[in-house]
């Protein structure tokens, strides 16, 4: 038993051979020959035992003449994906005899601009390529379906992509000099998947494994961190490319080539597959006569939006909704948390504010300040629903915001007409308030925080950083409201600056609203509001103990939330802060 397995184990090597092909799908690529990278690991059935006991060469595969077939295949052919060109190699190397398996790796060593190189490898048997050739002679694709630049993708294999030695600069490392200028970090990174049939056949270039958009993601995401650990960094990479990149398994290394004096580099390596993160693959087999499809919906007739919720119900009646995505532009828009609480006041203020240039108006009955005294449901509501009400018999159409954490509410304010429920809890706090968003159809906020108001102040140990669990527990909550029923272009996002945050932490989100929010978030898309008017945080920074005198510090704080990526800001002054963010959005996000 143990001689069959080490013969199974016999290969013949063909390690970094230099050949030029003509490869890719742009222009520039189809020109001229690339330097191409060539390796092969070929099993053969007892060639290397029966030349080891003869020492004949003609009981083997020689290598001489396999590379130089190997040589004149790959620099005679054109491909426009390499995945293809690597089965075209293996191909050749197992019409060999005696050959039963094997393993080619192709590189492009100027794949990529900041990465020594990108490349693929495929494990082909005799017996998978016979079955690739009667597929392409037949012209039938596998399945009789249509092969697309997706179909190899959602299915963990073999095969591998890989780049090596990417050089990124990033904030890393616990000591002082390192939290103030970035440093190179070097990371590899290996997804495992199987290359289907189809998309050999076809020369297909993967869409959503492309080694050049995996790399842009992972670059984006390193040069916006600033973890303190390589541990981290590599974990949350992984992650990335798992739960973003729908990667079925990856191998991640990251090392630090000034980590240590008199050593090369230190690093960390993970394995991370889709069970770790409890994903189930993005592509499932379906019953006979179902599909998946993607519909655009839109509308310039009466009330848009309830137009859209509208079709999407009657859409929803005969299919299952599988997930709700949206194209729109957004720009900074503002809301006044309030102070008036008489009814008549109120409605007066609401008329100041829509005077003043407000977008939306919050009305809401609960304090959430730190340490204030919470009251009964009822009594919120007895609040509210009037104030709601009375703004709407005066005519003042600006859209309403109830904030509440508590589902009873949020439907009464709803229906007594308002527009949008924001929720401090992200809709955490009420089991019923997910269902609520869902039936009312109204947009939402879920905004980040920990404990209740007497709590939270306590509850500002963030293990993996702020801004990192912040993106983590939020994304969970967005999917949790997805799952009840809530469309993903209703939800808002809010990172709760002061609500479980010291002030640094709180300063910190505002810095990087951009990697909280950017595409490679769990939360990469939506609109985040941001509050930061007359909070603590700024009287920690100005000494200024009255919020009523944070107004200038407020203006400083929405230039900067406008800067980092805030789409809407909650504030109290205003006439001030819209002329703020007006100038703030020309400077920082005009096109």
Not at 9 to 37: H, M, Y
Not at 274 to 297: C, F, M, N, Q, T
Not at 370 to 386: F, G, L, Q, T
Request: proline residues 4%; hydrophobic residues 40%; charged residues 25%.
């Amino acid at each position: 038993m143990a001689a069959a397995a080490l013969t199974s184990a016999d290969r013949i090597l063909i390690d970094g051979l230099q050949v030029r092909n003509v490869i890719g799908v742009d222009s520039w690529e189809r020109s001229k020959k690339q330097p191409l990278c060539l390796s092969v690991s070929l099993a053969t059935d007892g060639g290397v035992r029966a030349s080891g006991r003869g020492d004949l060469l003609a009981e083997s595969v020689h290598y001489g003449v396999l590379a130089k077939d190997v040589t004149a295949f790959a620099e005679s052919s054109t491909y426009r994906s390499i995945e293809a060109l690597a089965v075209g190699v293996a191909r050749v190397c197992l019409a060999r005899r005696g050959a039963s398996v094997v393993t080619v790796s192709v590189e492009k060593p100027r794949g990529l601009l900041h990465a020594s190189c990108a490349g693929v490898q495929v494990t082909r048997s005799r017996a998978e390529i016979e079955e690739i050739d009667r597929m392409a002679g037949s012209g039938q694709p596998e399945g009789g379906k249509p092969a697309t630049a997706d179909e190899e993708e959602d299915v963990l294999g073999d095969d591998q992509i890989y780049v090596r030695e990417l050089v990124v600069s990033t904030i890393i490392g616990v000591n002082s000099w390192e939290r103030i200028e970035k440093q190179r970090v070097v990371i590899d990174f290996t997804v495992f998947l199987r290359f289907s049939n189809g998309v050999i056949v076809g020369d297909l270039v993967p869409r959503m494994h492309n080694y050049r958009r995996m790399t842009r993601l992972v670059t984006s995401f390193v040069e916006a961190s600033n973890y303190k650990t390589v541990e981290a960094l590599v974990s949350n990479i992984a992650e990335l490319l798992v739960t973003v990149c729908h990667a079925p398994k990856v191998k991640v290394k990251v090392r630090k080539p000034s980590a240590l004096i008199f050593a090369n580099s230190a690093g960390v390596e993970v394995v991370r597959d889709r069970a770790y993160y409890s994903i189930k693959p993005s592509v499932e087999s379906l019953p006979d006569g179902e599909h998946i499809v993607a519909l655009a919906l839109g509308s310039n007739l009466g009330d848009r939006s309830k137009n859209i919720e509208f079709g999407i119900k009657k859409i929803a009646a005969r299919c299952k909704l599988l997930d709700s995505s949206f194209l729109y532009e957004t720009k900074p828009i503002f809301s006044d948390g309030g102070e008036h609480n008489t009814v008549e006041t109120a409605v007066q203020w609401a008329k100041n504010m829509v005077s003043d240039g407000v977008d939306i108006i919050d009305i809401g009955g609960q304090s959430t300040r730190p340490h204030a005294e919470e009251i009964s449901e009822e009594e919120e509501i007895r609040r509210v629903v009037p104030v709601i009400e009375a703004i709407r018999r005066a005519g003042i159409e600006s859209p309403i915001s109830i904030d509440t954490f508590r589902a009873a509410v949020a439907r009464a304010a709803v229906d007594a007409g308002a527009d949008l429920i924001n929720d401090v809890t992200g809709g955490d706090r009420d089991p019923e308030m997910y269902r609520v968003m869902a039936d009312c159809a109204v947009p939402v906020c879920l905004m980040h925080m920990r404990g209740d108001a007497s709590s939270m102040d306590k509850l500002v140990n963030y293990e993996k950083g702020v801004v990192i669990e912040i993106q983590k527990t939020l994304g969970s909550l967005v999917e949790r409201a997805k799952a009840a029923g809530v469309l993903r272009w209703n939800i808002i996002v809010d990172p709760g600056v002061g609500f479980a945050k010291t002030s640094d932490q709180s300063f910190e989100v505002i810095r990087n609203l951009g990697q909280l929010s950017g595409g490679s978030s769990p939360i990469g898309g939506l609109p985040v509001l941001v509050g930061p008017s007359r909070k603590r945080f700024l009287r920690d920074a100005t000494g200024k103990d009255d919020p009523k005198d944070r107004v200038w510090a407020t203006a400083a704080a929405c230039t900067a939330a406008v800067a980092s990526g805030a789409s809407i800001v909650r504030v109290h002054d205003v006439k001030e802060m819209r002329d703020v963010v007006l100038v703030a959005d020309k400077l920082f996000r005009a096109p």
